[in-house]
C-alpha cells in the first residue's frame, strides 16, 4: 500500500471518500498554508481567516463525494475557501450598518492624515489595515478577483476556475475593482 503522502490529490480525496482517516488529513497538510494565504489576504483579519478556514476544510471534507474531477483537488479547495470567506463577510456586512462604515472611513482617513504629518514608523501596518478596509469595500466578486490575481499573484486562468467563470469576467472584475480602488489608495502614492 502507497504512503499517503506520495498519493496526488485526487488519489487522497477518493480515498477519503472511501473511508480512508489519513487522506484528508494530508490534504489539509499539503494545502492548508496556502489556503491560509487565500483567507487571509480575503478577510484581513487572522481570527475570521481561521474561522473561516475551518469552516471550508469542513465544507470539503463533507462534500468531497461530490468532487467531479471537473478541475484539480486545489482549484476546488480554493473555491471553498473564498466562499467561505465571502459567506463571513456578507454576515459581516449584514450585522453593521452603512452610517457607521462611513465613519470609519473617515476615521481612517483622518487618522492616516495625522500619522503622516507626523512621520509615524508604524505607518506600514495602518498601510496594510487602510487597505484591507478599501478591500472591503467592493463588491465580494471584484474584492474576490482581485485578491486572488494581483495580491496572491494566480494567472487569470487560475482564477477563472477557481471562481467558475470566464477569464474575461475574471479580467473585468479586476479593473472595476481596481478603478473602484483607485480613489480610495491615492492618498499612498505621496508616502
Avoid at 481570527?47 to 469552516?55: F, K, M, V
Wanted: charged fraction near 30%; include cysteine; aromatic fraction near 4%.
Amino acid at each position: 500500500m502507497d504512503a499517503v503522502q506520495e498519493l496526488s490529490d485526487s488519489e487522497l480525496l477518493s480515498r477519503h471518500t472511501a473511508g480512508d482517516r489519513q487522506a484528508f488529513d494530508e490534504l489539509v497538510r499539503r494545502h492548508r498554508d496556502r489556503m491560509w494565504a487565500v483567507a487571509i489576504r480575503v478577510l484581513g483579519e487572522p481570527e475570521e481567516a481561521a474561522d473561516a478556514l475551518q469552516d471550508a476544510f469542513l465544507s470539503a471534507f463533507r462534500a468531497a463525494h461530490r468532487f467531479r474531477g471537473d478541475s484539480a483537488v486545489t482549484t476546488w479547495l480554493h473555491r471553498i475557501v473564498v466562499n467561505a470567506c465571502n459567506d463571513r463577510i456578507r454576515r459581516r456586512r449584514s450585522n453593521r450598518s452603512d452610517p457607521a462604515d462611513e465613519q470609519n472611513l473617515d476615521l481612517l482617513a483622518h487618522a492616516h492624515q495625522q500619522q503622516k504629518s507626523t512621520g509615524d514608523p508604524a505607518g506600514v501596518s495602518d498601510i496594510a489595515l487602510d487597505v484591507n478596509q478599501a478591500l472591503e469595500q467592493l463588491p465580494e466578486d471584484q474584492r474576490s478577483a482581485l485578491v486572488l490575481v494581483d495580491m496572491l499573484g494566480y494567472r487569470v486562468d487560475e482564477v477563472s476556475a477557481i471562481l467558475e467563470v470566464p477569464t474575461g469576467t475574471v479580467k473585468s472584475r479586476c479593473a472595476r475593482g481596481r478603478a473602484r480602488l483607485m480613489p480610495y489608495l491615492e492618498q499612498f502614492r505621496n508616502r
